[in-house]
């Protein structure tokens, strides 16, 4: 009798340890199945989502398809200065060069190269590519000038943006105030010259021409009221055929100083940023 309730005693102390055995694994069964949902919500607001199928978790990893669309590169716009007469220059004064008429120098340091070097300067801040071709025009005729910048031009076998033919202009009783200041600054007048090309067969380009010198022209006033003159036209073609952004500047007179001329080389950079 004994040994079969000693023998039922350990039936059940089996079952018991079963029982016990059997918690302990669906514990941690539920506590690891815990543990795995919170690790793949964390890995689902990343790149990796987890779903059920059939009350099994599969997890789904995907890589997102990363699309870099480079930024739209403009080509910044090409510009040519030019001086068809190269030997014009402003008031020597006490400047130490030689002149070969009043008013004219071959001096690069004081004609109107210098001049096109600070226009050059001001207008590269704003990013543009800009060529001065400091050719001499004049010395083979001055009547022959024109003809002789446009063979220098056509030797750059390109062809520019803006065409800017750079000139001091020649200073008339008429001028009145012969410079404008501003913030105790100096500045010289500003002229545009636009060809209409009477009796060239070639015409200039005109119309277009014109509309930009008057564009530049308004800018130019409204930056600094007044410092341009009303465009002139002239019955000519000034070598305006090269493109539809052909101009001549005049910037001063050979009794305005060099630095006068410069200085309006800043206010002229301004106006063509703001109008292209």
Avoid: W
């Avoid at 079963?18 to 689902?44: A, D, E, Q």
């Avoid at 465009?231 to 500047?249: E, G, P, Y």
């Amino acid at each position: 009798m004994n040994k079969q309730i000693e023998k039922t005693s350990r039936l059940r102390l089996k079952e018991k340890r079963k029982v016990y055995i059997l918690r302990r694994v669906v514990f941690i069964t539920v506590v690891f199945m815990l543990l795995f949902s919170l690790i793949l919500c964390f890995l689902g607001g990343k790149s990796e989502q987890a779903t059920i199928i059939d009350n099994d978790y599969t997890l789904n990893t995907y890589t997102p398809k990363i699309i870099i669309t480079p930024e739209p590169t403009e080509k910044p716009l090409s510009i040519l200065i030019y001086h068809t007469h190269n030997d014009e220059a402003y008031y020597k004064g006490t400047k130490n060069y030689i002149e070969t008429d009043t008013g004219r120098t071959f001096d690069e340091k004081y004609n109107v190269i210098a001049v096109g070097e600070a226009l050059k300067t001001h207008l590269e801040k704003y990013g543009y590519i800009v060529y001065h071709d400091k050719s001499d025009n004049v010395s083979e005729g001055f009547d022959y000038a024109y003809d002789t910048s446009l063979k220098n031009i056509n030797k750059h076998g390109k062809n520019y943006d803006i065409y800017i033919d750079l000139h001091r202009d020649a200073f008339s009783e008429q001028t009145g105030k012969n410079y404008a200041k501003k913030l105790n600054k100096e500045y010289a007048f500003i002229r545009f010259v636009v060809a209409n090309g009477t009796k060239y067969k070639e015409k200039p380009n005109y119309k277009e021409n014109y509309l930009f010198a008057e564009k530049l022209n308004n800018e130019i006033n409204l930056i600094f009221p007044d410092l341009a003159k009303d465009i002139f036209i002239k019955s000519a073609r000034l070598n305006q055929h090269l493109s539809d952004k052909c101009i001549l500047i005049e910037i001063g007179n050979e009794r305005n100083d060099l630095q006068q001329a410069k200085n309006s080389t800043e206010i002229i950079a301004q106006a063509i940023n703001k109008i292209l």
